[in-house]
Structures are given as structure tokens and as C-alpha cells.
């Protein structure tokens, strides 16, 4: 069991992951906020550890998760898989880099960051990952089909774990935005942006990744608690009204009107 209670968030030089870091540092948690760079606004904040991590390479991953749980106790509580890239255009014109670019970050940051993060994970009280999923996992986006896959991916990534890693107490889950106001959205102009328009802000989505590790935190511990863990709690969060709809309607409405809707809103 860790002395404090730490997280590790990637991605968190900007956006989602520096307001997901400063909401558990608020939240009293030791953060570690780690991006390609080390994060210049947390510098001199004593509740931070930051530094430079490549989420695609396994041993950057070793060191960070060395680094900060020499401060922990040797234990991590929470771990926010955030780092991530988009492009939004017609697939053809994009490139066999920018699809691969996207695919080692996405997919296999995440695959690296729950590998790596595992033995810590297990020597916590109420562990908890949360993947930053998003609704293009609920049905393929035009114009962002490269961005879609990768986040399908995620959804399956977190099912998985949450089903195999529940019975050791540990938690996966994710959430799920829909078009978020950060610099990742710079230069993209995709009909369903247009259509559906950028109503989240990053603080929207780091509320809800601190609930989820805080709901967590709250349930019983024990046998009792990993049973619930297994059978009651849910997976996926939804993020906004708009998020919220299109997992519930997909969730009870046929395939083929979720196929339809989505082309109507993203053309």
C-alpha cells in the first residue's frame, strides 16, 4: 500500500493532461505529469513530479514509473493513459506516417503504459486506470477513420483488462468525450466538428477521471469489493450530454440507425 496516494498522467504538458495533473494535485495526490518534455508549468511545484516520457518506448516508461514511485512509497494508485494524437482529413489525404504515428501513440502508449504500470498498480489500496477514450469509439468517424480505429482499440484494450486485472482489485475503465476545446483540435475542420460543435472543455474531462479514481477509492474493499468491481461498476464514462446520448442510443438502438444517425452528423 503506497504512502500517498499517487497518480501518473501522460500527455500532461497541455489540455486534458496538465488539467487532469493539477486536479489531482488539488485532490492531494502525489501527480506525475509527464509529457516528451517535462512540463514547464508544474517546475517548483513540490505535489508534482515531471519529466520526459515517450509513451511508445518501454523503457522511458520504466524510468517514469521509477522516478515517481520513489516518492510513493512504492506504489501507484492511479494511472490516466491521456497522451495522444489526431489528425482530421479525408483518409487519402493523409500518409502511411501520420496513420502510424497516430497507431504507436494511441494504441501502443496505452498497451506500454498498462504493461509497465501493472507491479505498481498491484501494491496499491484502490487501483485505478483510466484510459481517455473517445464517442468516435461508438461508431467509425468520417474524415477521422484512423483517430476512430485507434480509439476503438482503447475501448478494447479496457474491457480486456478490466475483465482480466478486476479479480487482482485493480480497475480499467475509460472516458469518453465527444469534440474537447485543446490545442489537438488546432487546424482540423471535419464536418461533424462543424456539425456538432466543440462543446467540452478540458476541465469537463478531468473532473470526471478524478471521479472515476476517487469512485474507486470509495467502494468496499476486500472480497465484497472486488465483486462489485467485476459485476457492478461501470467501464465507460461518457463525457458531456451529447457523449452521453450517442452511448446510450448505441446501447439500445440497432446498428444500422446508429449508421445512419452518425452519417447524417458527419457529412
Request: with cysteine; net charge negative; proline share 4%.
Amino acid at each position: 500500500m503506497s504512502a500517498v496516494r499517487s497518480v501518473l498522467v501522460t500527455g500532461a504538458g497541455r489540455g486534458i493532461g496538465e488539467a487532469t495533473a493539477r486536479r489531482f494535485a488539488d485532490a492531494g495526490y502525489l501527480v506525475g505529469a509527464y509529457d516528451l518534455q517535462p512540463c514547464a508549468w508544474a517546475e517548483g511545484d513540490a505535489r508534482i513530479v515531471t519529466g520526459a516520457l515517450d509513451v511508445t518506448a518501454p523503457a522511458a516508461w520504466e524510468e517514469a514509473l521509477a522516478e515517481l514511485t520513489a516518492r510513493s512509497g512504492g506504489a501507484l494508485d492511479v494511472l490516466v493513459n491521456n497522451a495522444g494524437l489526431l489528425y482530421g482529413t479525408p483518409f487519402m489525404d493523409a500518409s502511411y506516417e501520420r496513420d502510424s504515428a497516430l497507431v504507436d501513440v494511441n494504441v501502443k502508449g496505452v498497451l506500454y503504459g498498462c504493461r509497465a504500470a501493472h507491479p505498481y498498480l498491484a501494491g496499491a489500496s484502490a487501483p485505478t486506470v483510466v484510459n481517455v477514450c473517445s464517442a468516435s469509439a461508438i461508431y467509425g468517424q468520417a474524415e477521422m477513420a484512423v483517430y476512430s480505429a485507434t480509439k476503438f482499440a482503447v475501448r478494447g484494450i479496457t474491457e480486456a483488462l478490466d475483465l482480466e486485472w478486476g479479480p487482482e482489485g485493480i480497475r480499467v475503465c475509460s472516458v469518453w468525450p465527444l469534440y474537447v476545446g485543446t490545442g489537438m483540435l488546432e487546424g482540423v475542420d471535419t464536418a461533424g466538428m462543424r456539425n456538432m460543435g466543440v462543446r467540452l472543455t478540458e476541465g469537463d474531462v478531468a473532473g470526471e477521471i478524478l471521479d472515476l479514481a476517487e469512485q474507486t477509492r470509495r467502494e468496499p474493499s476486500g472480497v465484497l469489493g472486488r465483486i462489485r468491481g467485476v459485476l457492478g461498476r461501470e467501464v465507460h464514462r461518457p463525457v458531456g450530454r451529447q457523449a452521453a446520448a450517442m452511448y446510450l442510443a448505441s446501447q439500445l438502438v440497432p446498428s444500422r440507425i446508429i449508421r445512419l444517425t452518425n452519417q447524417r452528423l458527419t457529412s
